[in-house]
């Protein structure tokens, strides 16, 4: 599996040779395409050829293209992911009401139990209210116990005063995180022959990534964790790539260890599977150890 992140952040040329990335710059650098997961261009002043675009989308590497102010702004996806995409959009677009009702309820109990573990780990008290939600979840949470979760969870992690819309060092460190993982999730779903665009849950006709919102939605935790630890005071290239570096952390799923970006794989596997097979019992998720 490939494993490598990697991140351009000053003036380069890329460029394709022989299976290659080639990183001109003050030095010439060299990193086979086949050990690269995810290429982030943080510069404005890098230029690529479009020989090498064209190799990246063959090897379903994702690129994320980032502004002036080095935040991610847009993605390159291949229009083919899988030898049967037509097949695989054919069976999205059939997916049934229930099944979809029935996976995203066990993704929103998941992600609300993440939450809760974090908040036990810190000692938090409002981890038992957590605990509460997720007992009282029903059927494609309904009762919207996620959002309910989600205001205590964020106030007991960065005070009473924090709000998800203030523009703050912490949410841009979060905005951050979540595109990172957002664009995890959408290089799978592609590779995997499905469209971004059809969600489970998510249904805004200007969201280009509907499905990766909603099964991104455990994985925000690992960021969220990262975030608290960083104690941050200011948001630049050396915090940045700290949380690019969360995909590269270790985490435990179907009983081995495996790096994020490989547990994503796994997890979206699973989440197609019993989406296809109507089988929530096919669903894996991950588990850390805090």
Known sequence: MSWRIVVISKRAKLEYNLGYLVVRSEEITKINLSEISTLIVESTSVSLTTSLLS????????????????????????????????????KQIQWSNEIKEAVWTQIVAEKIRKQKELLEYLDKEEAKLLASYIEEIDINDTSNREGHAAKVYFNALFGMKFTRSSDSVINAALDYGYSIILSAFSREITANGYITQLGLFHDNMFNQFNLASDLMEPYRILIDREVYNMKLEKFEHEEKMQIVNVLNQEVKIDDKRQYVNNAVKIYCKSVFDALDENDISKLRFYSFEL
Do not use: A, M, Q, W
């Not at 690129?63 to 992911?81: A, H, M, Q, T, W």
């Open 55 to 90: 190799e990246l989308v063959k090897k379903k590497i994702k690129v994320i293209f980032c502004d002036e102010k080095r935040n991610p702004v847009s993605e390159l996806i291949g229009y083919y992911g899988s030898h049967d995409t037509s097949n695989k959009v054919r």
